[in-house]
């Protein structure tokens, strides 16, 4: 790996770390607005919406100029979705401004991967992309629950500065600056990037033009054996991921009894596994056996069961640790392996599906219009799962069943999978063989 993809590394960890606490921020302001549990998902469904309406023109807008450009135009959005929320919209709609940003984000901090590496390294920058996506996912939630603590609000207060009194007048305030910053960060270090890249075309504005070159794609790649098990695979893991994240949350308050904070500081314990995951998959898996990582996501839906059944009830608490805003319950052991095993699976199975997926769209088109493909795809799931999850607690069901059938419905999609994957294969076999006769 060269210091350029360690840049991207960085800077893509850190913008995505930002959206993640931001989620958990703006959760925070929810609830401070009084507003029903079930307009929590809605938040994700806000910065999904942009990577479906828009998946037919990023694609073509990160390969019409150097994707280091794409990069920093992203991150100064998501810094303008902040603004706005610091000066009362509602969260809402400023974090579907964050997710237009992060939807011109993707073509480009994927596309430069298959620009920048050479294809035996794909697997080994995807262990570390991935790797370190999910982990700004599960820190940034940690980060989140921190800044929704009062902790740093307290601090500023007893300093008496009026500056700080005259523009912050709530730990959402404080949050919201110290994430403006975080993208400013990562803004500053794409600017080196602003030349790198490869430009494939000129932007057309035709709609009509960038709609019909985008379904092309979509179908080409759908059409693709390997790269329709690749695109179904990561289309499933992130729409179940997405949905995850919500799950945990209220099922660390049911189970575990922890308030918001707490419980997003309890997600930072499957990044030991996602961490470890990734990396071993890194290291063991290559593009040519990528789908032999396929057993493993049936095993994580089994895992969400395990976890779907825990209750610390039967497990009364008796040593305990309390750190600021994070609450350790030592006999709670068993959920904490659990969710670092989650974390290993996730980090083991996508690393080398997602490599695959990357590396059948840059065979089959160009880099930014195969990441939108992909985008589309997954955030469709994303937003079909939410939207039931949504629908499941405004219905009031408990919260164990729906735990329970979401890790069922996972277990069955990646049987369903294989056995697709399996008769696939064995076709292409006996092809071989007949062709050989």
């Known amino acids: 790996m060269n210091r350029t993809f360690y840049t991207v590394a960085i800077s893509q960890f850190l913008s995505s770390l930002a959206d993640n606490a931001l989620l958990i921020v703006s959760i925070a302001l929810l609830v401070a607005m009084q507003e029903p549990d079930w307009v929590s998902p809605l938040l994700k469904i806000s910065f999904v919406v942009p990577y479906v309406l828009f998946a037919p023109f990023v694609g073509a807008f990160a390969d019409s100029r150097p994707k280091g450009q794409v990069m920093l135009i992203s991150n100064l959005l998501k810094v303008c979705g902040c603004s706005l929320i610091l000066f009362g919209t509602h969260p809402l709609l400023g974090y579907g401004i964050v997710g237009v940003g992060a939807a011109l984000y993707a073509p480009a901090k994927y596309g430069i991967l298959t620009e920048l590496?050479?294809?035996?390294?794909?697997?080994?920058?995807?262990?570390?992309?991935?790797?370190?996506?999910?982990?700004?996912?599960?820190?940034?939630?940690?980060?989140?629950?921190?800044?929704?603590?009062?902790?740093?609000?307290?601090?500023?207060?007893?300093?008496?500065?009026?500056?700080?009194?005259?523009?912050?007048?709530?730990?959402?305030?404080?949050?919201?600056?110290?994430?403006?910053?975080?993208?400013?960060?990562?803004?500053?270090?794409?600017?080196?990037?602003?030349?790198?890249?490869?430009?494939?075309?000129?932007?057309?504005?035709?709609?009509?033009?960038?709609?019909?070159?985008?379904?092309?794609?979509?179908?080409?790649?759908?059409?693709?054996?390997?790269?329709?098990?690749?695109?179904?695979?990561?289309?499933?893991?992130?729409g179940a991921g997405a949905t995850l994240q919500f799950i945990m949350l209220k099922w660390a308050e049911y189970a575990l009894g922890m308030n918001l904070a707490q419980s997003a500081a309890l997600q930072a314990i499957s990044a030991i596994g996602v961490a470890l995951g990734a990396v071993y998959a890194a290291c063991r898996v290559s593009l040519q056996n990528s789908t032999n990582v396929l057993p493993y996501g049936a095993l994580m839906g089994l895992v969400v069961c395990l976890i779907g059944m825990y209750n610390n009830e039967l497990l009364p608490p008796t040593i305990l640790v309390q750190v600021d805003f994070i609450k350790i319950v030592l006999n709670e052991l068993p959920a904490y392996c659990l969710l670092i095993l989650l974390g290993w699976l996730s980090g083991y199975f996508v690393v080398p599906m997602n490599a695959l997926l990357q590396y059948r769209g840059y065979a089959l088109m160009s880099t930014g219009q195969s990441i939108a493909v992909q985008g589309f795809s997954e955030n469709i799931s994303i937003l079909v799962m939410l939207f039931i999850y949504s629908v499941l607690l405004w219905l009031n069901l408990s919260l164990t069943l729906i735990i329970i059938g979401f890790g069922l419905f996972v277990f069955l999609s990646m049987l369903f999978i294989m056995y697709g994957n399996s008769k696939a294969e064995g076709e292409d076999l006996n092809l071989v063989n007949n062709t050989a006769n």
Not at 137 to 163: K, M, R
Not at 181 to 193: K, Q, R, S, T
Request: aromatic fraction near 12%; include cysteine.
């Open 117 to 238: 590496l050479p294809k035996d390294k794909l697997v080994a920058a995807n262990g570390w992309m991935e790797g370190l996506i999910i982990a700004s996912i599960i820190f940034g939630t940690l980060l989140g629950g921190f800044l929704i603590s009062d902790y740093l609000y307290q601090i500023l207060l007893q300093q008496n500065s009026e500056l700080f009194m005259s523009h912050i007048q709530s730990s959402g305030d404080i949050a919201i600056h110290l994430i403006s910053i975080i993208y400013l960060i990562a803004a500053i270090l794409n600017v080196p990037l602003l030349n790198f890249g490869t430009r494939y075309q000129k932007l057309t504005l035709n709609c009509g033009d960038l709609l019909n070159n985008f379904s092309n794609c979509f179908r080409n790649l759908w059409l693709d054996r390997l790269g329709k098990i690749s695109l179904i695979v990561t289309t499933l893991f992130w």
